[in-house]
Antibody
Framework: QVQLQESGPGLVKPSETLSLTCTVS????????WNWLRQPPGKGLEWIGY???????YYNPSLQSRVTISVDTSKNQFSLRLTSVTAADTAVYYC????????????WGQGTLVSVSS | EIVLTQSPGTLSLSPGERATLSCRAS???????LTWYQQKPGQAPRLLIY???STATAIPDRFSGSGSGTDFTLTISRLEPEDFAVYYC?????????FGGGTKVEI
C-alpha cells in the first residue's frame, strides 16, 4: 500500500522560502509522477507541479518562477521549494501520486498546513 | 485553459436521498480525462471516479459517474451519513491541471 507523508516547517516568514519533503513508502520513487497540490483555508484545490525521477518537471505557470520540485531516489522522497512567499501562499500542502493509467491523483498525503506570517 | 464549473455550490439533502452533482467544462473534453474526488473536513481528497465513469478501488457502488463532451455528472444513489462532504471534478489535459470549485453536499 502506497503511503505519502509530508514534513517541513509549519510557519514561514514573508519573502522567505517554503520547503517541504514528501516521504514515499510502499512504492519506488523511480516509478510514477510525483506532485504537489495546495489548498488555501476554506478554498479549492490548486495543482503546483510534478517531478519524475528522470528529471522531467512541469509547473503551474502561475507559480513557475518560484517553484522547484525535485526527486531524491536515494531517500525515496520528493521535495517542494517555493521562494518569495507571501500570505497568499498560506495553505494546506499535499504531496500526491499520479496514476498514469487512471489519469488521476490516486494517493494523497494527509497534508500539512503552512502559514506565511512574520 | 479549460475551466470546470461545478453546480450547485451547495446541495442540501437527507440521508437516503439521491444526489446529482454537475461538472461542466468550458470546452469539450475526453471522458477519459475527467475525474471526481471526495473531500471530508480535515482530510485529503480521495479519488472516487476516473475516466468519467470508472469507480476507484474500495468506492461503494452507490457512487457513479457519467457524461461526455462538456457535461459530466456524479451521482450518489442513496446518501449515507459519511457521504456528506465536498466533491471536486478535475480535468487531466488542462494546462495546468484544473479543478472545479467544488460542490458541498450537506445534511
Amino acid at each position: 500500500q502506497v503511503q505519502l507523508q509530508e514534513s517541513g516547517p509549519g510557519l514561514v516568514k514573508p519573502s522567505e522560502t517554503l520547503s517541504l519533503t514528501c516521504t514515499v513508502s510502499g512504492a519506488s520513487i523511480s516509478s510514477f509522477y510525483w506532485n504537489w497540490l495546495r489548498q488555501p483555508p476554506g478554498k479549492g484545490l490548486e495543482w503546483i507541479g510534478y517531478s519524475h525521477h528522470t528529471g522531467s518537471t512541469y509547473y503551474n505557470p502561475s507559480l513557475q518562477s518560484r517553484v522547484t520540485i525535485s526527486v531524491d531516489t536515494s531517500k525515496n522522497q520528493f521535495s517542494l521549494r517555493l521562494t518569495s512567499v507571501t500570505a497568499a501562499d498560506t495553505a494546506v500542502y499535499y504531496c500526491v501520486k499520479w496514476h498514469n493509467d487512471f489519469k488521476a491523483f490516486d494517493v494523497w498525503g494527509q497534508g500539512t498546513l503552512v502559514s506565511v506570517s512574520s | 485553459e479549460i475551466v470546470l464549473t461545478q453546480s450547485p455550490g451547495t446541495l442540501s439533502l437527507s440521508p437516503g436521498e439521491r444526489a446529482t452533482l454537475s461538472c461542466r467544462a468550458s470546452q469539450s473534453v475526453s471522458s477519459s480525462d475527467l475525474t471526481w474526488y471526495q473531500q471530508k473536513p480535515g482530510q485529503a481528497p480521495r479519488l472516487l471516479i476516473y475516466g468519467a465513469s470508472s469507480t476507484a478501488t474500495a468506492i461503494p457502488d452507490r457512487f457513479s459517474g457519467s457524461g461526455s463532451g462538456t457535461d459530466f455528472t456524479l451521482t450518489i444513489s442513496r446518501l449515507e451519513p459519511e457521504d456528506f462532504a465536498v466533491y471536486y471534478c478535475q480535468h487531466y489535459r488542462s494546462s495546468p491541471v484544473t479543478f472545479g470549485g467544488g460542490t458541498k453536499v450537506e445534511i
